[in-house]
């Protein structure tokens, strides 16, 4: 059985913006066969409009897997939580070759909106502001064989970039003040750890109702094993000190890989592992194999600036293999 994760960054027509589909399915694909998994998890599809301008649909990546072996998988997507409908950006979407028994988006299932007053707005706000997850997070179960079911979470967590406030920003990425900035960056730190949080409720949920539970998750962190996020995720003994919730933290698979290739990003020279694929310890004994498939990434800062429309990801895809 090999499970992968894979952020396709910006699947899609995205307004009408970057290359053309056909261009980037010509680089993405072959990617995807080589992957050869029987579950796959993307992050970043993004749903272009129907003919009748009303319904949006996941077109682009229907085109990126057609004849190839996920074309006929069983599939499930997140979709924006108020409207029910596919967002036009970053939709998460997993496909099985195995049943999906049940599917369901976790948005605030679990831990409330936070509600927050800015103290850099200008002029200042009269009452506090909502603040949510950019995304929900998709838990699907799997039978996966003989009557075992997999618990899979695909997340894609908020990337750490300042979050607006309100009179701060001079243009998209720019700031009026360090102030402004810096509570924009705790905004954002907030609702990456939210959704970390709401993550390990679910797992903990899981473990609640099945002990021994086969549960893996993947996607998107945009974070390293040892930033807050993930080790709320991970739930590490070394972090909660207590031997008897050793086996309700997860098994952070990259460390089977040498650390000159465990990453998954580079970023202004640095080579990050941002994309993780975290498993229960009943999990962790069928085991057998991590790769990432990391050969064709360049620097995203680099590609931005001088690539004008790339048709790669800047994301390595990753996969493990386990013996069922």
């Known amino acids: 059985m090999r499970i992968a994760t894979f952020n396709l960054e910006n699947l899609g027509s995205s307004h009408g913006k970057g290359v ?15 992957l050869d998994a ?13 003919a009748n301008n009303i ?21 499930a997507a997140s979709v924006n939580p108020l409207t029910k409908r596919f967002s036009d950006k970053h939709n998460i979407v997993t496909l099985s070759r195995w049943p999906i028994e049940a599917s369901e988006q976790i948005w605030h299932s679990l831990v409330p909106p936070v509600s927050y007053s800015p103290v850099t707005a200008v002029p200042p706000l ?20 003989s009557g075992n079911r997999l618990h899979l979470i695909n997340l894609h967590l908020r990337a750490p970039l ?14 009026k003040s360090t102030s402004g900035w810096a509570e924009g960056y705790y905004l954002a730190l907030l609702k990456r750890g939210g959704q970390a949080l709401e993550t390990r409720l679910l797992i903990d949920r899981i473990f609640d109702a099945e002990p021994d539970a086969l549960v893996l998750v993947c996607g998107d962190f945009n974070a390293t094993e040892l930033e807050g996020a993930t080790r709320i995720i991970g739930a590490s003994v070394d972090d909660t000190a207590n031997g008897e919730l050793a086996s309700r933290s997860l098994v952070f698979l990259e460390r089977a890989v040498p650390e000159s290739r465990r990453f998954s990003v580079i970023h202004h020279g640095n080579k990050l592992m941002l ?11 069928r085991y057998r194999h991590f790769e990432v498939h990391n050969e064709l990434i360049s620097d995203e800062l680099f590609g931005f600036a001088v690539i004008g429309k790339n048709p790669e990801s ?7 293999e386990f013996k069922l």
């Open 314 to 320: 800047y994301h390595a895809p990753v996969v493990a």
């Open 20 to 34: 053309q589909l056909e261009t980037r399915i010509a680089v993405l694909r072959p990617q995807l066969e080589r």
């Open 275 to 285: 994309d993780h694929i975290l498993i229960s310890h009943a999990l962790l004994g």
């Open 55 to 75: 319904e949006r649909s996941l077109e682009a990546l229907d085109r990126l897997i057609e004849n190839t072996i996920y074309a006929g998988f069983e599939r």
């Open 126 to 145: 009269a009452d506090p502001v909502e603040v949510n997850w950019d995304r929900p997070l998709l838990y699907c179960s799997i039978n996966i064989a």
């Open 162 to 175: 300042a979050a607006p406030i309100a009179g701060q920003k001079i243009g998209q990425f720019s700031w």
């Open 38 to 50: 029987d579950i796959i998890c993307f992050q970043e599809v993004n749903a272009d409009k129907s």
